[in-house]
């Protein structure tokens, strides 16, 4: 291994910070490379069971180095009370780096996007109000603020100070010239403040500072000195700012060329890429979601997975595997294989469908591939294989010749269907609960 990208290949929470947490036994250097605490990964190992927003899932091993990236976009009160997590946990994170390059979440982003969420009224995107949105859109428009300004304190308080009095004019116009009573109107005053947020973020940076680096620099050093490095992607393929479900898509680019820009390394110095999706389908927040089982079947998927998103509880919506919006994705990011999460929440299902393609109740037309059209994706209808379940544990099996045969043909058949290896396949969330199938 010497650099390898590990991407999701549907809507995110695939169980990327399982699969990052069980590859970087052998990675000297792991970097999320895009992102913000909007989302999180679940990390269950011998230490623990571990809520990572931020922080890279690789800083359970002492021996590996974890960047934040400069696509990444940083809330710096979030991440230091995540560090002090680790840290009650026995992790003093000597083994964290945060790249100067990346952007900072400020609480005013994290108060416009309350409100532009609720501007749009029955059209929610449903975002999880954690500023990212708005974090990157300073972002693109210049005028976002760093982590290497925080670590100047003047400098920060200057730009803290042009950024609140454009905020506060953006904030009149929502509410009129004279501004009226308003439920938000506690939080709009507490996101404006300019002492209390220069005090806030100055004091998380100075808890931050020995963290902070110059990231390509590491980064270029690794890679001249040959070193293993992970690629930790946030989100998935269905959710990329140009190629997902527009507009209920990120912010950023989880697909492989976004790692390349967010961590600060070469496109063609990544050499392999590995596509994480679940043996189902799941998502959180709007947008179209053909499988969606919005009954009892869809309950008991979300039970058995235990499917509430890691950052925010929200129940994630439910369905069968998608095979048209995998192969979309691994067309996308040209994956070398495909690690299977979550094959054993299926364990207890009588049969089991497969979406193999859509089609439009409007015109009886059959898609195999994402239409570009959100209205029309929103309507399209998944058309089925069936198979039949297995109904045996499969939390036990470390070979894939363990596996039950029916559990063994779903696998294959999403193989089938992928047109690429499914190299990993997981069946628990404990790291030793992964069937290893080939070179992958
Ligand atoms: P990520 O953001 O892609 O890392 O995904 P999340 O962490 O949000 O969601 C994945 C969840 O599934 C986590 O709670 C994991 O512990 C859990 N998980 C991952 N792989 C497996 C698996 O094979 N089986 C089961 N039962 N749970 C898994």
């Not at 922080?55 to 940083?74: D, E, M, W």
């Not at 309350?114 to 693109?140: F, H, N």
């Not at 110059?214 to 959710?239: F, P, S, Y």
């Not at 363990?402 to 294959?412: C, D, K, N």
Request: net charge negative.
């Amino acid at each position: 291994m010497s650099v390898i990208a590990v991407v999701g290949a549907q809507w995110g929470d695939e169980g990327k910070g399982r699969v990052v947490d069980y590859l970087a036994t052998d990675a000297d250097l792991v970097i999320r490379y895009g992102g913000g605490n909007n989302a999180g990964h679940t990390v269950v190992n011998p230490h623990g069971h571990f809520k990572l927003h931020l922080i890279p899932s690789g800083i359970f091993y002492p021996a590996t180095r974890n960047l934040l990236g400069g696509g990444v976009v940083i809330n710096p009160p979030a991440l230091v009370r995540e560090l002090d997590g680790l840290a009650a946990a026995g992790f003093d994170c000597a083994n964290f780096f945060i790249s100067e390059r990346a952007h900072l979440v400020m609480p005013y982003h994290v108060m416009l996007d309350q409100l532009e969420e609720r501007e749009r009224r029955t059209a929610k995107l449903g975002t999880t109000s954690r500023g990212i949105g708005p974090a990157y859109v300073d972002k693109v428009a210049r005028r976002g603020i760093r982590v290497v300004d925080l670590m100047e304190p003047d400098d920060f308080r200057a730009q803290l100070h042009v950024a609140l009095a454009r905020i506060r004019r953006v904030v009149t116009g929502y509410f009129g010239a004279g501004g009226d009573d308003d439920e938000l109107r506690p939080a709009i005053e507490e996101a404006t403040d300019e002492d209390r947020i220069a005090t806030e973020y100055l004091t998380a940076a100075d808890r931050l500072r020995p963290h902070v680096v110059d990231g390509q620099a590491l980064v270029d050093a690794a890679l001249v000195d040959g070193q293993r490095i992970l690629l930790e992607g946030q989100l998935g393929t269905m959710r990329d700012i140009d190629w997902g479900t527009y507009p209920y898509v990120t912010s950023s680019s989880p697909i492989p060329g976004g790692a390349s820009i967010g961590a600060g390394l070469p496109a063609v110095a990544i050499d392999k890429v590995i596509g994480v999706a679940k043996a189902y389908t799941t998502a959180v927040g709007a947008g179209p979601l053909p499988t969606e089982m919005l009954d009892a079947e869809g309950e008991a998927l979300r039970e058995r997975g235990i499917e509430y998103g890691t950052s925010t509880g929200r129940p994630r919506r439910c369905g069968w595997y998608d095979a048209v919006a995998v192969r979309f994705s691994v067309r996308l990011a040209g994956y070398s294989s495909i690690a299977l999460t979550k094959l054993d929440v299926l364990d207890g299902s009588e049969r089991i469908r497969i979406c193999v393609a859509y089609r439009d109740p409007q015109t009886g037309a059959q898609w195999t591939t994402v239409p570009a059209s959100t209205s029309v994706y929103q309507r399209l209808e998944p058309v089925y294989q069936e198979l039949p379940g297995w109904q045996t544990d499969t939390t036990g099996c470390r070979e894939f010749t363990q596996l039950p045969a029916a559990a063994q043909a779903y696998v294959e058949r999403l193989e089938a269907l992928a047109e690429v290896p499914i190299g990993l396949v997981s069946v628990g969330p404990e790291r030793d609960q992964m069937i290893v199938r080939g070179p992958g």
